[in-house]
């Protein structure tokens, strides 16, 4: 069963803009995470936000959780033509397993 | 450099044949899962084990089988039970202290039914 959902499912900007992408998920989490999957390669992680946490930044990239909402958003900022790639969430609850949700493809144009 | 190695990255199977997909990570992880991706979707969890000689089954565990005899391996099996096995598989690790990390992927093994 997919737990979390992503929207949009596609999206193509400009280089230099911004992008954002959403997650909701059903269930109680302890914590949601968002990967990066290149055409035909595996997933590189690239942040954790827990449960307790409602923001975090890693270089580029802002995400922030809505726990009451059950939703989350990842935002890539002054995005290049590298970051093209798909995004997924993915959330981790009690069992010790990761859930996928089924991901957004982004399209950056030089 | 340490890391997750799949193999074969690429893999083509007659119909009623076993194969079996290597998984072999060098990071001491404790934990292991095997996930199926189809074209354009998420990924599926297929089986997973938290220590040596134990391991439970996800989502999908139909027609698939795991052993788990060594820390550092995971192989899955697709048996011939597996109805419709074509899709790309990935195998990930992550370490005891978890709530600190994401987990840590190989590069897939994209298995074909000819």
């Known amino acids: 069963s997919q737990q979390g959902e992503e929207d949009p499912q596609a999206l193509s900007i400009q280089e230099g803009e911004n992008a954002t992408m959403n997650c909701s998920y059903k269930t109680s989490i302890n914590n949601l995470q968002w990967y990066r999957q290149n055409s035909g390669r595996g997933l590189v992680h690239l942040i954790l936000i827990r449960s307790n946490e409602r923001e975090k930044h890693s270089g580029r990239l802002r995400v922030t959780l809505d726990t009451s909402k059950k939703s989350s958003s990842l935002l890539i900022t002054a995005s290049r033509a590298a970051d093209t790639a798909s995004y997924f969430c993915a959330t981790e609850a009690a069992g010790n397993k990761l859930t996928f949700g089924g991901g957004t493809r982004v399209l950056v144009k030089p | 450099d340490g890391g997750i190695t799949q193999s074969p990255k690429y893999l083509f199977r007659k119909e009623g044949q076993n194969v079996t997909l290597s998984c072999e990570q060098n990071l001491n992880h404790d934990a292991m899962y095997w996930y199926r991706q189809d074209p354009g979707q998420g990924l599926r969890l297929i089986y997973y084990s938290q220590i040596v000689n134990d391991f439970q089954k996800g989502d999908i565990a139909e027609g698939y089988s795991v052993s788990r005899e060594k820390k550092e391996s995971f192989p899955l099996t697709v048996t011939s039970a597996q109805k419709n096995p074509t899709a790309f598989y990935l195998c990930?690790?992550?370490?005891?202290?978890?709530?600190?990390?994401?987990?840590?992927f190989g590069s897939g093994t994209r298995l074909t039914v000819v």
């Open positions: 990930a690790s992550i370490p005891r202290d978890r709530y600190n990390y994401g987990y840590t």
